[in-house]
């Protein structure tokens, strides 16, 4: 999902950090196999030793790193806005609305900050299988936090996080495939229908 990181700095404690979002942005516009190393170093401004230096295992390295950091970043943005929706329809509402202001933004060429990374890596790559199922844990934690918290029966509980998040990642998709938000909206619509239902 998108949501926008916090620009680095470029001070010396900072270049890992500057070469995670980097990464991470590089990743989500032209994907991981259309983005080298130096790509990487020129578009984070960081040293050319400092890549080895804090990724000694190369780009699959920084892969998983970017999709730690990317999707923790989404997390975040789960937590915040579950924390003030009254209900899960509600914060559905809201995120979306945010997904699809973000999306025209970017001329629709931002989407989600880790979908493009897992497609192209797993299950080949184990580093970035695994962070990429770390971040997808979180994010469905949060979903059944939120639902639960509103008395969602607990038996539907797995589902519905789980039809949240795979109905927002195609929507994401969809959007930028069809260049409008319309699908965004469109889906935000079906999953509220139904978490407005009575349960």
Known sequence: MASQ?????????????????AAAKLFRRQGYSGTGLRD????????????????????EQIGAAAVTAAGGL??????????????PADF????????????????FRDGCP???TLLETTPA????????QAVFADWLTVM???????NWP??????TATAIIAGLEGALMLARVQGSARPIHDTAWALCAMLDEPH
């Not at 990487?40 to 804090?54: D, E």
């Not at 975040?76 to 209900?87: E, H, K, V």
């Open 144 to 150: 059944a936090a939120l639902l639960a918290r509103h």
């Open 114 to 116: 880790i979908t493009t």
């Open 125 to 132: 790559s184990e580093p970035i299988t695994e962070a990429g």
């Open 154 to 159: 607990p038996a539907r509980i797995p589902a």
């Open 92 to 107: 559905l509402r809201r995120y979306t609305g945010m997904l699809a202001h973000w999306l025209e933004a970017s001329k």
């Open 5 to 21: 990181p916090k620009q680095p700095g470029k001070a010396r404690g900072d270049q890992r950090q500057a070469l995670i979002w």
């Open 40 to 59: 990487i170093l020129a578009a984070s401004g960081a040293a050319r030793g400092s890549l080895y230096h804090y990724f000694p295992g190369g780009k």
């Open 74 to 87: 989404v997390t975040d943005t789960f937590t915040a806005l579950a924390n003030q929706a009254d209900s």
